[in-house]
């Protein structure tokens, strides 16, 4: 099994809150575009919010990037974790006890229309961490907060290569087609797997591992994909970053 999807496995009252969070966030940082609260009634789709969100991006670039930052490290967004259980979705799906688990993070995204630029090609997480070098011992969450699909860019994954090692990779600089340096894999591996696409309704997970080869589509809506990624491993196997390196 190279993944699975844990369907509802945020509420949709929780993520209301964090949307309204993220709007606080908007107000504090841009008051020229968002100068009160407004009821957008489609939360996450909501059109009048997505225009003001890409020109608060395009115009605003420093408090755009402040405000995605500050979010990332809130106490809001990181308790999100635990007050919907998703560490025993991680748990269940390494086979371990929850306590065996070290959470190495957790994002939320916000891609925007057409942006090529911040895309990632095919990767694996862990090759950018190294944190267990087994790729079944860490676990990778991918939370929609709106339903994905190919326009709008769901994932794509590689199923099988989640046993591949991390030596697969090669690091690519920055420069005409990143917005940053990546760890993308050869060539001549991707050759040896099928690609799936696999559409996800939101607030559900779709978890697989921490090596497998996957790369999210380009979105080419009109709106914005919003998703929730938290990265876990096991700190007790003997792969484990800190243990060998004792």
């Not at 998703?86 to 942006?115: C, E, H, S």
């Not at 760890?183 to 040896?192: C, G, N, V």
Request: glycine letters at 4%; a positive charge; proline letters at 2%.
């Amino acid at each position: 099994m190279s993944y699975k999807i844990y369907n509802n496995c945020i509420s949709k009252s929780r993520s209301k809150k964090l949307f309204n969070f993220v709007l606080k966030s908007c107000i504090f940082y841009c008051p020229k575009l968002f100068p009160k609260i407004e009821n957008y009634k489609k939360t996450w789709l909501d059109k009048k919010f997505i225009e003001k969100m890409i020109i608060f991006r395009k115009k605003y670039k420093s408090r755009f990037s402040a405000m995605y930052n500050s979010i990332q490290v809130s106490n809001e967004f990181q308790r999100l974790l635990f007050d919907s259980k998703l560490d025993l979705i991680a748990k269940n799906f390494l086979k371990i006890k929850v306590d065996d688990l070290l959470v190495r993070g957790m994002q939320l995204r916000m891609d925007f229309p057409n942006d090529t630029r911040n895309s990632y090609g095919w990767h694996q997480d862990n090759a950018y961490d190294q944190y267990n070098l087994y790729s079944k011992n860490g676990a990778v969450l991918w939370i929609p907060l709106i339903d994905t699909n190919k326009k709008n860019g769901t994932l794509v994954i590689m199923p099988g290569s989640e046993h591949s090692s991390f030596k697969c990779s090669k690091k690519v600089k920055k420069g005409s087609k990143y917005e940053s340096e990546q760890i993308l894999i050869k060539e001549k591996f991707l050759k040896r797997y099928k690609s799936k696409s696999v559409n996800c309704k939101k607030n559900s997970a779709l978890v697989t591992y921490c090596g497998i080869f996957h790369k999210s589509g380009i979105n080419t809506s009109d709106h914005i994909r919003f998703s929730i990624v938290i990265r876990f491993n096991n700190q007790f196997s003997k792969d484990f970053l800190f243990y060998r390196n004792i």
